[in-house]
């Protein structure tokens, strides 16, 4: 019997196979949690449809976090098919392409920071609010996708470092404020992995090659990797662990400089 039998999982940010939450949603299956998922608009609908199908769901409702309206209608509708609900996936970023390539103030406008910071951080208190009368008094947990950039300047990144340091913020006052009826909120900072979102940060291949040649594992981590940490980290098993980034990212972040000891 899988570790989150019995729970059940709704899992946001579907745009490929590649996407992190497609290697999310089939740990989670894996592990027995019966599964929702949402789609962002018409164009991704049929392939979340065809994702759903495959792990046993018939749950695909519209979600595009700039609008409250759908938000809320998400919750709405997902009551309708679920009296409550257990885990929360948000697996959601997105900032204007000029906004994560070269100098971090030339891409930097109003638009862009609110933009990048609506949709990558206050999306996830904003979940967490309209998903909380469905979460509660249950031992359910939210979980969330980070990256370095959020502690760290790196290159091109730009002001999604800033939107990452914000959700990660975001992640330790929604476990303080979900922590007495019982719901739990962390992140996953994960390793460069090839989605279609990471396809939009400059220079993200010779980044993923940086990390492979640098990283203590030696190797860049997989949606596998990150689904299994998921799942543990959504499940019972983690039932002590709350407003915590865990890193999937095969050791990168403890390192200092990298390449002193490479030959010339
Ligand atoms: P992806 O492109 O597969 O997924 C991003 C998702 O965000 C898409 O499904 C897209 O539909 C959704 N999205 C964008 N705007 C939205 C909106 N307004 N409303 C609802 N959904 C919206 O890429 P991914 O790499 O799987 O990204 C998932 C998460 O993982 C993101 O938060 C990303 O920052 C994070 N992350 C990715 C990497 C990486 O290297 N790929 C590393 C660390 C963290």
Not at 119 to 148: E, V
Not at 157 to 179: D, I
Not at 188 to 203: V, Y
């Amino acid at each position: 019997m899988g570790f989150l039998q019995g729970k059940r999982a709704l899992i946001t940010g579907i745009a490929s196979d590649r996407s992190i939450a497609s290697g999310i949603a089939e740990a989670m299956h894996r592990q027995g949690a019966e599964l929702a998922f949402t789609y962002l608009n018409d164009k991704l609908r049929p392939r979340v449809e065809k994702a759903a199908a495959a792990l046993g769901s018939d749950i695909v409702l519209p979600l595009d976090v700039s609008s409250d309206e759908q938000i809320n209608a998400c919750f709405e509708q997902l009551g309708q098919r679920w009296d409550g609900f257990d885990i929360l996936v948000h697996a959601i970023a997105y900032a204007p392409r000029e906004a994560i390539e070269g100098e971090f103030l030339d891409g930097l406008t109003r638009e862009n920071w609110n933009t990048a910071h609506e949709i990558s951080a206050f999306s996830l208190a904003a979940m967490a609010k309209a998903a909380r009368p469905l979460m509660k008094d249950r031992n359910g947990s939210i979980l969330t996708l980070s990256y370095l950039g959020a502690e760290r300047a790196l290159q091109n990144y730009n002001v999604m470092g800033v939107a990452k340091a914000s959700l990660e913020a975001t992640v330790r006052y929604l476990a303080l404020n979900l922590g007495p009826e019982g719901t739990r909120v962390n992140a996953i900072s994960a390793g460069p992995i090839k989605t279609l979102s990471a396809a939009g940060i400059a220079n993200f291949r010779k980044m993923l090659g940086h990390f492979e040649q640098y990283a203590p594992l030696r190797r860049s981590v997989t949606i596998e990797d990150v689904g299994n940490t998921a799942a543990f980290l959504c499940s019972d098993l983690a039932a002590g662990i709350t407003g915590e980034v865990t890193y999937v990212d095969s050791g990168y972040n403890i390192l200092g400089m990298t390449g002193i000891g490479d030959e010339d």
